[in-house]
């Protein structure tokens, strides 16, 4: 076993969109933990026909503390620093992996298309557009409800209407507005002075949420003396990239990626 990865997914998502990551890096050799945020475990077409009654009360906070006890546990009672799992995030789940990494809880960090810490900011429409959309203070702690549509024209908008329709399928959910508010506080604040395990950040060049000039302001607001710090853009890759066609070209880098510091830790 060359050791465990927890997998932290983001909004509208849950550990179904994990299936391909889970199936190539169990193959790889390593334990693969899936852990579902509060309110988003089963099946999403059962979370969406029947969304939790709390799921609009969901806070990002919630969200932090049910998956950091999901990372601890994972690394064992007081690890090896080679000990600790690999966390790989993606959207909120990235800023989690920062935020665990920023605690020293992991041995390596993956932020895919993450949200960026620290209320970090770019003048990208499609970006204000859906923070705008979701964060809608008017619309209090109802639920955002994804729909084919809006699944497909922010998330996954490389695909074809058919593909996206199985995207949306098979993986959405519904969430809560609260998260992404979180996202834009204090609960989302990192000290990037501070020393840190390595970290790969992933960006798509199409992606309409999280644009891949936030994903690399992200990763060069760290301090160059506090640790590694990788960036990698893919082209023709949307939000979806964790599921979208071509899928085992990033995961082929990222396990490239976790070998070599891997190697470099032990």
């Known amino acids: 076993m060359k050791g465990t990865i927890v997998f932290i997914h983001g909004m509208f998502q849950n550990p179904k969109s994990w299936d ?4 190539y890096f169990s193959q790889q050799g390593f334990k693969c933990v899936v852990p579902a945020w509060p309110d988003h475990e089963g099946e999403p077409a059962a979370l969406r026909s029947n969304p939790p009654a709390t799921l609009g009360d969901l806070m990002l906070d919630d969200v932090i503390e049910a998956m950091e006890r999901v990372v601890i ?9 080679e000990d600790k799992p690999i966390i790989i995030g993606h959207s ?71 593909q996206a329709l199985q995207a949306f399928e098979s993986t959405a959910t519904h969430d809560s507005r609260n998260i992404l508010r979180g996202c834009l506080g204090s609960s989302a604040h990192i000290d990037l002075d501070l020393p840190h395990v390595p970290l790969l950040f992933i960006s798509g060049r199409e992606d309409q949420i999280v644009p891949t000039e936030l994903v690399e302001k992200n990763s060069k607001a760290y301090e160059e003396t506090a640790g590694v710090t990788t960036y990698k853009e893919f082209e023709g890759r949307s939000h979806y990239i964790c599921g979208e066609p071509g899928v085992e070209e990033v995961m082929d880098f990222v396990n490239q990626w976790v070998d070599l510091y891997r190697v470099q830790m032990v």
């Open 73 to 81: 546990e994972a690394g064992g009672n007081n690890p090896a620093p």
């Open 20 to 23: 391909k990551w889970v199936a």
């Open 92 to 162: 909120v789940g990235g800023l989690l992996t920062q935020i665990f990494v920023n605690k020293n809880l992991a041995c390596l960090g993956v932020p895919v298309s993450s949200v960026a810490p620290n209320m970090m900011m770019t003048l990208d429409w499609p970006f204000f557009k859906n923070v705008a959309t979701i964060t809608n203070p008017f619309k209090g702690d109802e639920p955002f409800f994804q729909t084919p549509e809006s699944f497909h024209e922010s998330f996954c908008n490389t695909l074809s209407e058919d």
